[in-house]
């Protein structure tokens, strides 16, 4: 049996609601081959960061 893999990258961005659209636009443009394989792109909301470092949070 032989499976051939692609190389995959994964992007994680945290971007302002009134940019979202825009910035998914994007990314289709640059990332779209038409080829199975493109990827998917997931809209999650961010509730909260949290700095390792110091402890910081930001909601």
């Not at 051939?4 to 994007?26: A, G, R, S």
């Not at 038409?34 to 909601?59: L, N, Q, Y």
Request: net charge negative.
């Amino acid at each position: 049996m032989r499976v051939d893999l692609l190389p995959k990258v994964k992007i994680e961005l945290v971007v302002d609601d009134e940019i979202v659209e825009n910035v998914i636009e994007t990314i289709m443009k640059a990332a779209r081959t038409g080829e199975p394989g493109d990827g998917r792109i997931f809209v999650v909301d961010v509730e909260k960061s949290v700095k390792v470092r110091t402890g910081e949070a930001e909601m």
